[in-house]
């Protein structure tokens, strides 16, 4: 029965985070007990469960295929990131919001885009791979380009963020593959349940941010859901036409531009928070991100199923 409670949740994703932010922006009160300072603690259990989840076999594709991993996470740190510059310019966003924008775009790729490449018939090893590189490299990576792209407009404190993204990532997923090797039955017992709570915290994290900044958000909301509904779709059409043009495999490519066009927002919302407190809408483009990309992943998933389907995978 647990299980079946668990995979319901899992499968409804997107319509929990979905109404989670709906709930926050309209009645926010009724969430002014929930603190920001909970959020890096949720999403370092987040990881942690990343951590649990991680297979020796994952690394092992990281050295067999380094060329469709290197290509796909330089993709996922090219491509993001100067998206989200370009849209901060299109649209003269004001330089809280574009700095949230930006620290989207230079996050690693998220937990949910190996359930989404699963569903999408794409290669769930280079997926997973993908993402375990993009989150090793992200203490250094997300600091320096966030300063490159966007230092001259706001305050960057490069050391705070890597210290941040240390505690709240590397540390818990590190300690993830720690429990999950000297305690393999406690592993076992509690992967179960992984998924479902995944969902329920980082739809308590956009509850949160949403709540802070509701009367914000139904002024600007707007302009920010168009902005990361861009950023999100550009993302995933340029990763998978960088793969293609690497001559990938149909099943890599759709891994490729779901790694690429799905970012670890909930991270990005964390550090919008911790290191960029001056800031306070900086968090909103983050879990705007955390719903929106819930919703066109199943989309994705679906027509990159078909397509899988009509062509064949390694089409």
Request: aromatic letters at 8%; a positive charge; glycine letters at 6%.
């Amino acid at each position: 029965m647990v299980k079946r409670i668990c995979d319901l949740i899992s499968s409804l994703m997107g319509v929990i985070i979905l109404l989670s932010a709906v709930l926050a922006l309209y009645f926010p009160s009724y969430f002014s007990f929930l603190s920001p300072s909970i959020i890096n603690p949720m999403l370092g259990v987040v990881m942690l469960g990343m951590g649990l989840t991680l297979n020796p076999s994952d690394f092992k594709t990281v050295f067999s295929r380094p060329k469709d991993v290197i290509a796909g996470c330089a993709a996922q740190f090219v491509v993001m990131p100067l998206l989200a510059l370009l849209l901060t310019k299109a649209f003269s966003l004001p330089p809280d919001i574009a700095l949230g924008v930006v620290l989207v775009g230079c996050c690693p790729g998220g937990t949910a885009s190996n359930v989404i490449t699963y569903l999408s018939k794409g290669d769930l090893s280079l997926s997973v791979a993908m993402t375990t590189v993009s989150t090793l490299l992200a203490p250094f990576l997300t600091p320096f380009l966030t300063w490159a792209l966007i230092g001259e407009t706001v305050d960057v404190d490069v050391v705070s963020m890597f210290l941040s993204i240390f505690f709240v990532v590397i540390l818990p997923v590190a300690l993830g593959l720690t429990i999950q090797r000297f305690l393999p039955r406690l592993t076992k017992a509690v992967s179960t349940y992984l998924p479902s709570f995944s969902v329920l915290v980082i739809a308590l994290i956009v509850m949160i941010v949403v709540s802070l900044n509701s009367a914000k958000l139904l002024s600007c909301g707007a302009l920010v859901v168009l902005v990361v509904v861009l950023h999100n779709i550009m993302g995933l059409a340029l990763g998978y036409a960088v793969a293609k043009l690497l001559r990938m495999s149909g099943a890599k490519a759709r891994a490729v531009s779901i790694e690429v066009g799905m970012q670890n927002s909930g991270l990005a919302s964390s550090l919008a928070l911790t290191s960029f407190a001056q800031y306070p809408l900086a968090a909103v483009p983050g879990a705007v991100f955390s719903v929106w990309h819930n919703i066109s992943g199943a989309i994705v998933a679906r027509v990159y199923s078909s397509m899988s389907d009509k062509n064949g995978s390694k089409k």
